[in-house]
């Protein structure tokens, strides 16, 4: 399989599905209400059936996992994971970003990962072995050390609040012993960003499948590293994840580990 040539392709794929979700930015979207703060709109599903229409001609074997339930046929060997928008939110209110998000699994692993940033037309892509790209120039994460000099991302969650008050705990650490703590509300965006040395830290639970496959593997193409909040390997299916540069890794996985796991 010809990896670096399906990349192009998913790249070509998301500029013109990108190129519809802009043309439909300020129109008056009808919006429905999946839970109290998590919404879809004609737009995501519209895009969605885009996706995966050319996906299917792309690679006929694989399957989908795919958030808005276009299709639910599971590829043997292959599969893709889509979030057709990210950052629905800041979409409905003409906030940036919003990213479409597209990864590759060949069985559990991911082999090919594609964030395009629409806001500011960022394409964020890697394959196996590829190192990292952002509009065909080579990236990699931050060389920072240490949390105290770190910029932090994370995102709030839109359910399972019974976790809510050690990630209050964790959030009132970073704040007062890092740069800063940002909430872009798109986590593919969020961890393209820390693939390209932007951020230095990322971690949010409560995500799906969608939201991280294809930035965590860009990060890690881009040298840096990924884990759920106890450091093991669960962090596509696991809802929770961590990803960092290579320097402040274990620093930062220490306290979200302590703190979230007590
Ligand atoms: C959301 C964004 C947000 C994160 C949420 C996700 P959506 O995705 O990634 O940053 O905090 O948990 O659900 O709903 O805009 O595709
Ligand atoms: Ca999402
Ligand atoms: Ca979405």
Same mark, same amino acid.
């Given at each position: 399989?010809?990896?670096?040539?399906?990349?192009?392709?998913?790249? #070509?794929?998301?500029?013109?599905?990108?190129?519809?979700?802009?043309?439909?930015?300020?129109?008056?979207?009808?919006?429905?209400?999946?839970?109290?703060?998590?919404?879809?709109?004609?737009?995501?599903?519209?895009? #969605?059936?885009?996706?995966?229409?050319?996906?299917?001609?792309?690679?006929?074997?694989?399957?989908?996992?795919?958030?808005?339930?276009?299709?639910?046929?599971?590829?043997?060997?292959?599969?893709?994971?889509?979030?057709?928008?990210?950052?629905?939110?800041?979409?409905?209110?003409?906030?940036?970003?919003?990213?479409?998000?597209?990864?590759?699994?060949?069985?559990?692993?991911?082999?090919?990962?594609?964030?395009?940033?629409?806001?500011?037309? #960022?394409?964020?892509?890697?394959?196996?072995?590829?190192?990292?790209?952002?509009?065909?120039?080579?990236?990699?994460?931050?060389?920072?050390?240490?949390?105290?000099?770190?910029?932090?991302?994370?995102?709030?969650?839109?359910?399972?609040?019974?976790?809510?008050?050690?990630?209050?705990?964790?959030?009132?650490?970073?704040?007062?012993?890092?740069?800063?703590?940002?909430?872009?509300?798109?986590?593919?965006?969020?961890?393209?960003?820390?693939?390209?040395?932007?951020?230095?830290?990322?971690?949010?639970?409560?995500?799906?499948?969608?939201?991280?496959?294809?930035?965590?593997?860009?990060?890690?193409?881009?040298?840096?590293?990924?884990?759920?909040?106890?450091? #093991?390997?669960?962090?596509?299916?696991?809802?929770?994840?961590?990803?960092?540069?290579?320097?402040?890794?274990?620093?930062?996985?220490?306290?979200?580990?302590?703190?979230?796991?007590?």
């Amino acid at each position: 399989m010809n990896l670096e040539n399906i990349c192009k392709q998913v790249i #070509e794929l998301t500029k013109s599905v990108g190129q519809f979700i802009l043309n439909e930015k300020d129109k008056n979207l009808t919006i429905e209400v999946k839970g109290i703060h998590d919404f879809v709109t004609y737009v995501d599903k519209t895009a #969605e059936q885009k996706l995966v229409d050319k996906l299917v001609q792309i690679l006929p074997e694989a399957g989908f996992i795919a958030e808005e339930g276009t299709s639910v046929k599971k590829g043997d060997m292959y599969n893709w994971i889509i979030d057709p928008l990210d950052g629905t939110t800041n979409f409905i209110h003409g906030l940036s970003p919003y990213a479409i998000s597209i990864a590759l699994m060949e069985n559990d692993k991911v082999i090919l990962g594609v964030v395009h940033e629409l806001s500011l037309n #960022e394409c964020f892509y890697a394959w196996e072995n590829s190192g990292a790209y952002l509009n065909g120039k080579k990236i990699k994460v931050s060389e920072i050390g240490k949390v105290k000099d770190s910029l932090i991302a994370t995102g709030f969650p839109y359910y399972d609040y019974d976790r809510i008050k050690p990630f209050m705990t964790t959030l009132e650490h970073f704040m007062a012993n890092s740069h800063g703590v940002r909430r872009l509300g798109s986590a593919a965006t969020d961890l393209a960003y820390v693939a390209c040395g932007r951020f230095e830290a990322f971690y949010e639970y409560s995500l799906s499948p969608w939201d991280v496959a294809a930035g965590a593997f860009i990060v890690q193409q881009a040298g840096g590293l990924i884990s759920d909040f106890r450091g #093991e390997n669960n962090y596509i299916f696991g809802k929770e994840i961590i990803a960092c540069n290579n320097k402040v890794f274990n620093e930062f996985l220490d306290t979200v580990k302590t703190i979230m796991n007590n």
